[in-house]
């Protein structure tokens, strides 16, 4: 059984950067086909896929937040790690990780329970 864990602080103040932590339990994250994703729903909004990072270390960003987004990895400590520059209350939001398997398609097969980020000065 898979597990995935969100950590970070709740709150963060306007063009500050959010930084969240995803610690992952039960399998690694440099398994094939996995792609190991950032999600995140705002108030009102549907799911905000943000990007992942796949099993050999690539990268991959939604066109939207490119320019502001960055995710990284830990293998030693089987975690990845979300930063989100500049935010404004807008990026408001409950934000998870999330464990796409990619091999036979492109769906999650294992979540986060979320943590909510609340962008405020």
């Known amino acids: 059984q898979v ?5 970070g602080p709740g709150l963060v103040k306007p063009s500050q950067t959010l930084s969240l932590t995803c610690t992952v339990s039960g399998g690694s994250i440099t398994t094939t086909y996995y792609y190991w994703s950032w999600i995140r729903q705002s108030p009102g909004k549907g799911l905000e896929w943000m ?11 939604s066109p939207s937040l ?4 960055s995710i990284s990895r830990d293998t030693s400590k089987n975690q990845f790690t979300l930063q989100l520059s500049t ?9 998870s990780c999330a464990r796409v398997e990619g091999g036979s398609g492109w769906y999650v097969d294992y979540w986060g ?9």
């Open 3 to 7: 597990q995935l864990q969100e950590s």
């Open 51 to 61: 990007g992942a990072i796949g099993y050999s270390g690539n990268t991959y960003y």
């Open 87 to 95: 935010v404004t209350p807008e990026d408001t939001a409950v934000y």
């Open 113 to 121: 329970q979320g943590t909510q980020v609340t962008v405020s000065s």
């Open 66 to 69: 490119k320019s502001r987004t």
